[in-house]
């Protein structure tokens, strides 16, 4: 059981990337998925979920408006778009699956990919 998480990179600010998140080894299509974020020196965050259905997102309030999470069960993969990037977006990322709906506590995450890193310049 593997999430593999991509797309990371150096952007410049006001700039865009995708982040993807490949499942393998098993189905996530009854998991609720999430992006979780850790800057140097702090604490992972919740950045964003998704329902197993696609139907409910939730976002942390400093991504709002900027990032949007989907999902492909046709390809076991989630995605993270990123617009507007600022250098506070500056963090490695992880994809994470969930049996719960929307989890925004990382405790409920009960897999997790390794990381991606992403470096917003100014």
């Known amino acids: 059981v593997q999430l593999q998480a991509s797309g990371g990179g150096l952007m410049q600010v006001g700039g865009s990337l995708r982040l993807s998140c490949a499942a393998s080894g098993r189905t996530f299509s009854n998991y609720g998925m999430g992006w979780f974020r850790q800057a140097p020196g702090k604490e992972r965050e919740f950045v964003a979920t998704i329902s197993w259905g696609g139907s409910a997102t939730i976002y942390a309030d400093s991504v709002k408006g900027r990032f949007t999470i989907s999902r492909d069960k046709v390809k076991n993969t989630v995605y993270l778009q990123m617009n507007s990037l600022k250098p506070e977006d500056t963090a490695v990322y992880f994809c994470?699956?969930?049996?719960?709906?929307?989890?925004?506590?990382?405790?409920?995450?009960?897999?997790w990919g390794q990381g991606t890193q992403v470096t917003v310049s100014s």
């Open positions: 994470a699956a969930s049996p719960d709906l929307v989890p925004t506590f990382e405790g409920r995450y009960t897999h």
